[in-house]
């Protein structure tokens, strides 16, 4: 008797810590809508669109979620993107029988998601904007031509240039539909991005760097962004980013979107200590190791989407 007891309470001690854990992983990101990545500015043609947001599909769906990565044009407008990811999702619901999705965008991903919640709210349970380009990029403007005359001086202008050229051959274009760079630039101008809010503003902040609504038209809105573009020494492209971060002139940024225009719906932070490529987990993994994992940061917003009920 004596005996089965010990027994029974080593093995319930045993048990214990272990407990909390495992109720929290299975079905963590457990979401009653599948959830669709949606890749920003330029596809990863050297590694597939699949692995533009690297080792997170793995991890969302190591814990219950349903997760499709949708690919549309790397490089062209935020409305021909947007009409393009609503063919995908229309897709995506006829093939698994869900009657909404949860968004997830990383950079003109963000406003990409917006389009398709804003012509058919019907089909959206939720938006989460990464990096999103939601007010437009001074680097966007800078390739315009846009910026304000006399804002910089030639050197740091050649620099920002280099640090842009660096990051556009690394990202190349993506495969197989149509690319107008010309188009996306305008798009993620500030003046594109007034115009195209304009026409779907759910979400979006009134204020200059206030939050939006959390939740408008029936879809939740949710927005992350990092303000630190050099995170890792090992990173090819953290040194890019620093110079294209100069086109800021000050403003919290990730190297090629301010923290401001960041900003859409529910604010989880703006400030993390990453850059715009660890916002996906770029290069390969090579993120700030004294910041939350970015990997992390996808898997609790699956989590806080489970447990509103999306
Ligand atoms: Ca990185």
Not at 145 to 152: T, Y
Not at 199 to 225: D, F, I, K, Q
Request: proline share 4%; net charge neutral; hydrophobic share 45%.
């Amino acid at each position: 008797m004596k005996k089965t007891l010990m027994t029974w309470l080593a093995a319930a001690l045993l048990a214990l810590p272990l407990w909390p854990l495992s109720a929290q992983a299975a079905g963590y990101t457990q979401t009653a809508y599948p959830i669709v990545l949606v890749h920003g500015l330029f596809g990863f043609d050297n590694i597939g669109p699949v692995e533009y947001f690297y080792g997170i599909p793995s991890a969302l769906r190591a814990d219950g979620a349903k997760v499709f990565v949708v690919q549309v044009s790397a490089a062209n407008s935020t409305e021909v993107r947007g009409e393009q990811l609503l063919t995908q999702v229309k897709q995506i619901l006829a093939a698994t029988g869900a009657a909404k999705v949860n968004l997830m965008g990383h950079s003109h991903g963000g406003p990409t998601s917006r389009y398709v919640a804003s012509v058919r709210p019907d089909l959206v349970a939720s938006v989460t904007s990464i990096g999103g380009v939601n007010k437009g990029s001074a680097v966007a403007d800078l390739i315009l031509g846009v910026a304000p005359a006399g804002s910089f001086s030639n050197t740091v202008l050649v620099s920002i240039t280099n640090g842009l050229g660096t990051i556009i051959d690394f990202l190349s274009g993506g495969a197989g539909q149509t690319q107008n760079s010309l188009a996306a630039a305008q798009s993620l101008s500030t003046a594109g991005s007034a115009q195209f809010n304009a026409a779907h503003p759910e979400g979006v902040p009134t204020t200059a760097c206030g939050e939006g609504a959390y939740t408008a038209r029936g879809v939740a809105y949710y927005s992350w962004s990092g303000a630190k573009p050099y995170t890792n020494l090992l990173d090819v492209m953290d040194p890019a980013l620093a110079l294209t971060s100069l086109a800021f002139s000050g403003a919290k940024n990730d190297g090629l979107v301010s923290s401001c225009s960041s900003r859409l719906g529910r604010v989880i932070r703006d400030d993390y200590a990453m850059n715009h490529m660890d916002e996906v987990n770029q290069t390969i993994g090579l993120v700030n190791l004294f910041e939350t994992n970015p990997v992390t940061l996808f898997r609790q917003q699956a989590n806080r989407l489970k447990n509103a009920g999306l």
